[in-house]
């Protein structure tokens, strides 16, 4: 049997504490790919960068993703996202994206998460699919928080139903214990602080790098999964403006 892929979607709370974080994961990324080679076949990278505020009582947000900023959800979530690229094999590609990526306002990670989650994956028959959030504060912290917990059992359901192992490293709390309920996720407690700074990103790249290349793919066919528990399929796209309410 030849050796399985890997999409990895790295989810990064761009919030203004950030920067450190981003610009540790830019200097050691191959760090992560080097456990895998030999083990695994192409490793594609994708990306959610997500940050909010708040403007005249509405939530604003700013995504990025490999295929552009916010407006790049829309064919996401409109069936045209084969004529984008929401992944990358080329690592130079995605070490460019998170030099660019500004870091502003507050988070939601949940979201984020959400987000990743709806990323156009290879085959889970053949491929490993990964995402690997990055926070410096809990996942109770940032804009809409009761909305965000309230749906972390649906994301579980949801990381289950696509066939996904999870990777985080973020404080510990409540929900971050409830969130590595899913199947074969790693959370990493990790000391918050500015941009994750006091963590060793070589080490850590490093040990998901390993804890990739041995892990099995998750056994069988992914099944159908609710897109957008968020209700971001529905956000009015060209300004990234969203009046945070849920449409569903």
Same mark, same amino acid.
């Given at each position: 049997?030849?050796?399985?892929? !890997? ?6 709370? &761009?919030?203004?504490?950030? +920067?450190?974080?981003?610009? /540790? ?7 992560? *790919? %080097?456990?895998?080679?030999?083990? !695994?076949? %192409? ?15 509405? @939530? ?16 996401? #979530? ?5 004529? #984008? ?7 130079? %590609? ?5 030099? @660019? *990526? ?12 959400? *987000? ?15 995402? &690997? ?15 965000? !917990?309230? +749906?972390?059992? &649906? ?5 289950? %139903? +696509? ?11 409540? &929900?971050? @214990?409830? =969130? ?18 006091? !963590?060793?990103?070589?080490? =850590? ?6 804890? *990739? ?7 069988? =066919? ?9 209700? /971001?399929?529905?956000? /009015? ?7 945070? /309410?849920?449409?569903?």
């Amino acid at each position: 049997m030849s050796a399985p892929n !890997v999409d990895l979607v790295l989810v990064l709370d &761009a919030s203004d504490s950030m +920067r450190p974080c981003i610009d /540790q994961l830019r200097r050691h990324l191959r760090e992560l *790919i %080097k456990p895998m080679q030999g083990y !695994v076949g %192409k490793i594609r990278f994708g990306l959610v960068s997500l940050s909010a505020s708040s403007a005249d009582g509405a @939530q604003v947000f700013k995504v990025n993703t490999l295929a552009g900023g916010t407006e790049s959800l829309q064919p996401l #979530y409109a069936g045209a996202r084969g004529q #984008y690229e929401f992944f990358t094999e080329d690592p130079d %590609k995605m070490i460019r994206t998170l030099e @660019q *990526i500004e870091v502003t306002g507050d988070e939601h990670n949940l979201l984020a998460l959400d *987000i990743a989650l709806d990323h156009p994956f290879g085959p889970s028959s053949t491929t490993k699919r990964i995402v &690997a959030m990055f926070s410096d504060e809990p996942l109770e912290a940032g804009v809409d928080r009761a909305s965000g !917990v309230s +749906r972390i059992q &649906a994301l579980i359901d949801k990381v289950h %139903k +696509r066939r996904v192992k999870l990777f985080c490293a973020m404080p510990y709390s409540d &929900a971050a @214990q409830r =969130l590595s309920e899913a199947n074969g996720s790693e959370v990493e407690a990790v000391d918050g602080g500015p941009g994750l700074s006091s !963590v060793n990103f070589k080490a =850590l790249l490093t040990q998901m790098g390993k804890s *990739i290349s041995v892990s099995a793919l998750q056994g069988g =066919l992914a099944d159908e999964a609710p897109a957008a528990l968020f209700g /971001q399929d529905r956000w /009015q796209f060209g300004d990234f403006g969203w009046n945070g /309410q849920d449409a569903r």
